[in-house]
């Protein structure tokens, strides 16, 4: 791996995290492969092998367990040097909050916000002394307002958005690259896992994943903190400015209630 490039990218089992490690593999890149299917993640692997030559390091983690995050983060640190890190893994949930199952909510909390914490500090803490990488967030258009029907992932969005903002001006000086992609509904596995009812979402509210990577990798790439990719997502994004808090969160339960 020592030529080329190392991107690290967690959740490339599937959906926009594979789409990632596809685009990235397809641009030069080497890669590290975070998610808990192994079996997923070899069949990219070799897939990726035969199409661009593409090294790939293939590790199975569940990022909600601290010891298996643990090695991942060590992976970063102290290991080959990565010079992208993609965090993409995250699931969501559906429903009222108090009827879910409470280690459906706290999961989320570990992988979307945890791991995600941890692994941007590993990442960080190496690249900015090197004065070089890239560091891309995958959040949500869900984190610009409260989410009634997915309180928790809504919240952990939030906090994605935010903190990578925050990270993205501390190393404004260093030479590294930081930002937050905030898609709206794509199409993959998300929504079935999260147990979302789409049926009477507009195909106009749908993206592909193809389209939505291009822009982050791209957003990446000019250093922009925060990526909306889409047209009905940049209106999603804005929205909560144009009124009272108040109203934004009945507005958002009133559409949650529609679907
Ligand atoms: N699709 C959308 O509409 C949408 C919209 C906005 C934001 N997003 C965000 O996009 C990201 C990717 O989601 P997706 O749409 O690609 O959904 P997806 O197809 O369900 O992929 C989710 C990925 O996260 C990994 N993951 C989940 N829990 C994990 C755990 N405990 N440890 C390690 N990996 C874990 C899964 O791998 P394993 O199951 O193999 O572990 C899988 O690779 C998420 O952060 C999601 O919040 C999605």
């Known amino acids: 791996m020592a030529d080329r490039p190392v991107a690290l990218v967690t959740g490339a089992s599937s959906g926009l995290g594979e789409r990632f490690a596809r685009d990235l593999a397809a641009t030069g890149h080497d890669l590290v492969v975070v998610a808990r299917h192994r079996h997923n993640l070899e069949r990219l692997a070799s897939e990726l ?52 199952p409470v280690e459906g909510e706290t999961g989320q909390v570990d992988v979307n916000v945890t791991a995600l914490v941890v692994l941007s500090h590993a990442a960080l803490s190496v690249m900015v002394p090197r004065r070089s990488g890239r560091l891309l967030n995958v959040s949500s258009t869900a984190g610009f307002v409260p989410g009634p029907g997915s309180a928790t992932y809504s919240a952990t969005k939030a906090f994605v958005t935010s903190f990578t903002e925050a990270l993205h001006e501390e190393v404004a000086r260093s030479g590294v690259h930081v930002t937050a992609l905030c898609p709206g509904f794509t199409r993959t596995n998300f929504q079935a896992r999260a147990g979302v009812e789409t049926r009477a979402l507009p195909s106009f509210a749908w993206a592909e994943a193809g389209p939505v990577v291009a822009a982050g990798l791209a957003a990446l790439e000019h250093n922009h903190a925060v990526c909306v990719p889409g047209f009905v997502n940049k209106v999603v994004a804005v929205s909560p400015r144009l009124g009272p808090r108040s109203l934004v969160r009945r507005v958002a339960g009133l559409v949650v209630n529609r679907l």
Request: glycine share 8%.
């Open 49 to 100: 092998a035969a199409a661009h030559s593409t090294v790939t390091e293939v590790l199975p983690a569940d990022l909600a367990d601290p010891r298996e995050l643990a090695l991942v983060a060590t992976r970063i640190r102290d290991g080959d040097p990565v010079d992208v890190l993609v965090n993409c893994a995250g699931f969501g949930s559906y429903g009222r909050f108090q009827d879910l």
